[in-house]
């Protein structure tokens, strides 16, 4: 391994251990993080998930790798709840919602200086390649058409579950809480995945559709990944990212579909999740209603600051959101604006290595006032 490429460490959920990080391709890495479905702002929750892996990419930069990254957006799926059931109740079209979300997403993560993902796809703009990636699952006879929509035969696949390690009735619990349609009577088993949604003869007119070889429909929000991935990184990948939350149905159906199709074992090597951000003793959601906007804290506080704040939290655990530590955060971004020096990186490298320890690499920066640290985890 080149030097100072060893020993970066990283919790895989895939192993269920802390792995020595080895690219599949020297010096190289690809990365795909799960983006947004655009029909509301940015919360914190949304922003710790992107800026600790902005932070990771900056650091598998800072140790001279060549990082391809791509980032979703889900504007379309095969659900009537989100995107379309907001835009029917304020009389707009899906796509206006959506690019208006999506541009206010973009606006809030550039506040925060996160690098542009290398590539950022919106599904609906992709449909080809899900399409095409379907094709192959159902020439394999892993998926089948009922009444002109396709599913995936998760009973194919004998390792299906191997990520989250749920048994059979915990999965159905999930599906359920994610509105899957686990009681579609086209389905040969409940936990099936929707690949491909066929339009309904009574189809309210806000309802969009697309052309392909199964007939007129829209593609499952799993596949979606799967495809953009393919698209985007090829076949196999180094990281696969996003909150915890999308382990199970949406990350366990990607594996299932992607080395369905491609026998390439595995699709991602590593499996990195961010852990959920709580507030007022509840996790972050709209149907909580206890959602904290990137946009009005910044009207407050500097994007050094909130970014401060969410590394101060490690990548993988949950948290809770507390003003006044984002108040303290402000104080010491301040502090270290004005007073950098060089130094040496070995410490926070060491430190860096380890799971990627942002807690530890900020004290390290207050006590060292490195700049070169204070530019890699993304201050400016
Ligand atoms: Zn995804």
Redesign the pocket.
Known sequence: MPEGLAFMKIYNTLTKKIDVFASLRPKKVSIYV?GITPYDTTHLGHAFTYISFDALIRYLKFKRYEVTYTQ?VTDINDRDGDILERARQQNISWSTLATFWTDKFLGDMKALNWIQPTHYLKASENIDSMVSLIQKLLAKGIAYTGNNSVYLDVTKKNDYGKLSRLTKERMLKKAKEFEEDIDNPDKRNPLDITLWKAIDSNQPSHIPSFDSLFGKGRPGWHI??SAMSTLSLGEQIDIHG?GTD?IFP?HEA?IVQSEGSTGKIPFAKYWVHTGQVFYKGEKMSKSKGNLVMVSSLLEKYSSNAVRWLILSHHYRKRWEFDEEKLARAQNKVEVLEGDLRDGSEEEFTKIMDNDLDTPKALELLLRSKNKRVYDVLGFR
């Open positions: 799960c979703n979606e990944c996003g999308l949406h990607e």
